[in-house]
């Protein structure tokens, strides 16, 4: 059984703290499920960023990759701090009263530091990562890439120092006084997923869909 993550100052939570856990497991089921990843952070100049981006993880390293020009790579490489945040919305909590509407969801925070990958082998480990992140069993149903699309793209890696998981479900919490109103109170669930696959036009006319993008379809639908 793995160890959870630390509570340090920085990942203690002040308020719900019954929603927040540090295991590891969990953790990781959100990080991995969740499309896109929201990273944290600051110029030396003060000015905060956060910025939408694709990740994938392996065991406490969260890998991304962009332009040997972006800002968010230079981010993560320059080996200062780094907050990342994964979230899904699983519903809108209506509630009777105005002040306790909410939303249910799971949502990962995550502080670490990263560096710039060098190690071809480990940057091809990154690149074949991030694509099956995507669509599982796609690398080996695609072109890999080649030496001067990896010289073009950086890839860094962040290890995670800590992570917390914060998840909020079930009805709304209202006040006593307000259960025997005339409001309608409750939860719509959000529904995600795929829709039939769009097959680019460039591609001859009776190109059937191939097993892995079938499979994305049905694993979203469960
Ligand atoms: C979709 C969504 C909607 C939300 N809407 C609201 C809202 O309208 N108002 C509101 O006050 N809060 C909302 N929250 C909760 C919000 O994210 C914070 O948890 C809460 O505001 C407490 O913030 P804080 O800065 O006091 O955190 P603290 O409790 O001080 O956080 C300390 C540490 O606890 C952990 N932590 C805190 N929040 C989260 C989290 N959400 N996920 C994972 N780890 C966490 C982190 O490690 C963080 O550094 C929402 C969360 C989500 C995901």
Avoid at 90 to 97: E, L, N, T
Avoid at 108 to 122: I, K, R, Y
Avoid at 150 to 159: G, H, Q, V, Y
Wanted: glycine residues 6%; neutral net charge; aromatic residues 8%.
């Amino acid at each position: 059984m793995t160890c959870p993550f630390a509570k340090t100052e920085r990942s203690t939570p002040n308020r719900a703290p019954k929603r927040v856990t540090f295991e590891r497991q969990p953790v990781y089921a959100v990080i991995d499920a969740a499309p896109i990843c929201h990273v944290g952070f600051s110029l030396p100049n003060g000015q905060p960023f956060v910025i939408p981006t694709i990740h994938a993880r392996s065991g406490d390293t969260l890998y991304f990759h962009g332009s040997t020009q972006s800002r968010l790579l230079q981010a993560i490489a320059s080996g200062n701090p780094i907050c990342c945040t994964f979230t899904f919305l699983d519903g809108i909590v209506a509630a009777r009263s105005a002040m306790h509407h909410s939303m249910n969801y799971r949502s990962v925070v995550a502080f670490g530091s990263g560096h710039l990958l060098s190690d071809e082998a480990e940057r091809w480990e990154a690149f074949r990562l991030t694509v099956e992140k995507l669509i599982p069993g796609r690398w080996e149903n695609c072109r890999q890439p080649n030496e001067a699309e990896s010289k073009a793209t950086a890839i860094a890696a962040l290890r995670i120092e800590e992570a917390t998981l914060k998840v909020r479900s079930g009805p709304p919490n209202d006040v006593a006084s307000d259960l025997n109103g005339p409001y309608w109170a409750g939860v719509v669930p959000t529904q995600s997923g795929y829709s039939a696959p769009i097959p680019d036009g460039q591609m001859p006319p009776d190109t059937s869909t191939p097993p892995h993008i079938e499979q994305l379809l049905k694993n979203a639908a469960t």
